[in-house]
């Protein structure tokens, strides 16, 4: 992790320093995007946050053209608990992409995410006009797995949804090693979509099909970990604590493990994983909600479970799950 790291900054202070031929070509911009995206999108699943919010900072100043930066910006600052700055970054990438899909999809998930009800009805035309405006002809299989999302959250039917979009990308074939655009996608949101129907071993299929292509892949992994709890609390056990192997900061799995502790009485340890949580994101609602069942469950009497309860929904105060929780 740290090779990585120490070679994105390498290369960015030549970026900063060059003068070199690569400046002098038009399509720069696009090529340092091309080139170093994949990376930070690698220090974003490692749990490298701080560092990606100061590429990305590094990266909007240069002027850089992709959507991706300032949709990374905003998810890295929600990650550590700077939720105010993650909104303020949102609603700017809202007014800079209001055309663009892609990016209207994860300011739309970020905008659920916190229960900003206002701002979640006000991308929704946006992500219509959007989708309507992709011409047919040139839809590759990244661009039916967005359009299957915008249909979802625009209240289509999911099995149509799966018919005409994920399945469709899904058939796409693979050339050798190189995959086609959207076809981890298309297992991915094909396997959200029957975790949300609770339809666990579809799901646990389309999370392992990822994982055939890429089986590092976190969010599979992490996915798969959910489809498989309700039968199998062993295999999904071990799947969190191969999502914690891949990346020791990956705030639901730290969360799972809590829980499991929480169930098996070993508190004192629940404790130490909400300690790691929160020097990660201070204010991560659900840490402080374990810290509410913590308080119940060891010194009823003290006030400690209200008070950590009030910390759970300061982020969003009307969150149903706390209280589920």
């Known amino acids: 992790m740290q090779s990585k790291w120490v070679g994105l900054i390498f290369a960015l ?36 946050f701080e560092t990606v919010v100061r590429v990305c900072d590094y990266s909007i100043e240069r002027g850089q053209p992709s959507w991706e930066w300032r949709v990374l910006r905003f998810q890295s600052l929600a990650q550590v608990g700077r939720y105010q700055d993650a909104f303020e970054e949102a609603r700017r990438s809202t007014a800079l992409f209001a055309d663009e899909l892609a990016a209207l999809l994860e300011i739309h998930d970020f905008y659920a995410e916190l229960g900003l009800g206002d701002f979640v009805e006000e991308v929704l035309p946006l992500i219509n006009q959007a989708a309507g405006a992709m011409p047919a002809k040139e839809r590759d299989g990244a661009d039916l797995v967005r359009l299957g999302r915008a249909a979802l959250i625009l209240g289509a039917d999911p099995q149509t949804v799966l018919e005409q979009y994920y399945n469709v990308a899904k058939s796409q074939k693979a050339k050798g ?23 666990y071993a579809i799901a646990a299929d389309e999370f392992r099909a990822v994982l055939d292509y890429d089986p590092d892949h976190i969010d599979a992994t992490y996915s798969l970990a959910k489809s498989l709890q309700p039968s199998d ?15 020791k900061i990956h705030l639901g799995a730290l969360i799972d493990k809590t829980v499991h502790l929480i169930q098996v ?32 469950l060891e010194k009823p009497e003290t006030g400690a479970f209200e008070e950590s309860r009030e910390k759970a929904l300061q982020v969003w105060a009307k969150n149903p799950e706390i209280d589920y929780l």
Not at 15 to 25: D, I, P
Not at 179 to 186: E, H, R, T, V, W
């Open 13 to 48: 202070v030549l970026f900063l320093g060059g003068s070199g031929s690569l400046f002098a070509q038009a399509d720069y911009k696009r090529y340092y995007d091309e080139d170093r995206l994949p990376r930070v999108r690698e220090l974003m699943d490692e749990g490298h």
């Open 177 to 199: 090693e190189v995959l086609p655009a959207g076809l981890i996608d298309a297992h991915l949101y094909s396997g959200r979509l029957a975790l949300a129907k609770e339809d």
């Open 233 to 247: 609390s062993e295999a999904a056990n071990q799947q969190i604590e191969r999502v914690i192997e891949l990346t």
């Open 265 to 296: 009485e070993r508190y004192e340890e629940a404790h130490l994983f909400l300690d790691a949580i929160e020097s990660i994101n201070p204010h991560y609602p659900k840490a402080h909600a374990y810290r509410a069942v913590l308080a119940e």
